[in-house]
């Protein structure tokens, strides 16, 4: 069902006794399934009421209000894979803007065939002069849960670019939650604004928060790295402090050897791969245990 698993969100819902995830494939896409985290079964699909080209490639789930009193799933389209090579401000490769879409977490219990769900898209660039690059291919997205004692609030939400070669180009962008918590229209046009550098220097391909707000998960094709996140410390300065000594390192197999996907589940982290040169096959999904 999934050739390129390349984003995953664990829901606080259950069925059937089982956690469910959100998950689907890079690319061009129009819908979204819950998988049983036990089985790997697809409980349902829902299309999205969307007609866009684009490469999607990470999900979160997180507050939809400043309030977090409802939850609710963002896509990112925000994969730009020639804006890669964009090393200045004059960039003209890739997209010049990218998408993110926002839609309440449809409840699994009542399921309705058929039914299309009604999505708010933010067209959000890289202009704002405090970025390395006018244009950015990212890969990685978390909706922050709690708020912090630095003005950050549930709902803001988090991108995080990526330079395969250039590493050092990578930077931590924020689209706060005011610019989209009483969205009138279907669509706003929004510039992210710079929010800091990752204290270590990575191809940062997935990323997720506990429900908590204490722990920040970032991951390269490889490795997941954490990040404390006391309420005291904005997100910005808990990701431009070192991550801690422990890394989760991903057991390649066979089929399973490119890493884009994390989430953080009940305090705990799983992980998927793609299968191996896009072609067809079977892949788990690994739950490790976390103790922080």
């Not at 933010?122 to 244009?135: C, M």
């Not at 990212?138 to 004692?149: L, N, P, Q, R």
Request: proline content about 4%; hydrophobic content about 30%; overall charge positive.
């Amino acid at each position: 069902r999934f050739a390129e698993v390349s984003y995953i969100a664990y829901s606080k819902q259950s069925y059937e006794n089982d956690n469910v995830v959100w998950m689907g494939s890079d690319g061009e896409n129009k819908d979204i399934s819950a998988v049983s985290l036990k089985t790997g079964d697809i409980i349902q699909t829902y299309e999205l009421g969307i007609d866009v080209e684009g490469d999607w490639e990470s999900i979160a789930i997180g507050p939809c209000s400043s309030k977090a009193n409802s939850s609710c799933l963002y896509i990112g389209n925000i994969g730009n894979n020639s804006a890669q090579k964009c090393r200045d401000r004059k960039c003209t490769k890739g997209r010049d803007s990218v998408l993110v879409y926002k839609f309440p977490e449809p409840n699994l219990s009542s399921f309705t065939a058929g039914l299309e769900l009604k999505v708010q898209t933010l067209v959000l660039n890289y202009h704002h002069q405090g970025l390395p690059t006018n244009r950015a291919n990212s890969e990685a997205m978390f909706v922050d849960h709690t708020g912090d004692k630095k003005g950050g609030k549930p709902g803001d939400i988090y991108i995080i670019t990526k330079f395969r070669k250039e590493k050092r180009l990578s930077r931590l962008t924020k689209i706060p939650v005011g610019e989209h918590e009483n969205m009138i229209s279907t669509s706003k046009k929004f510039s992210v604004q710079p929010a800091g550098k990752p204290a270590v220097e990575r191809t940062w391909t997935g990323a997720d928060m506990s429900a908590d707000g204490n722990l920040i998960a970032f991951r390269d094709y490889r490795t997941i790295y954490f990040f404390p996140r006391p309420p005291e410390l904005s997100i910005a300065e808990a990701i431009e402090r070192n991550p801690c000594k422990f890394k989760s390192k991903s057991i390649r197999r066979l089929n399973e050897r490119q890493f884009e996907a994390v989430t953080m589940v009940n305090g705990n982290v799983a992980e998927v791969s793609e299968c191996h040169n896009k072609e067809p096959c079977e892949v788990a999904v690994s739950l490790y245990e976390l103790k922080y």
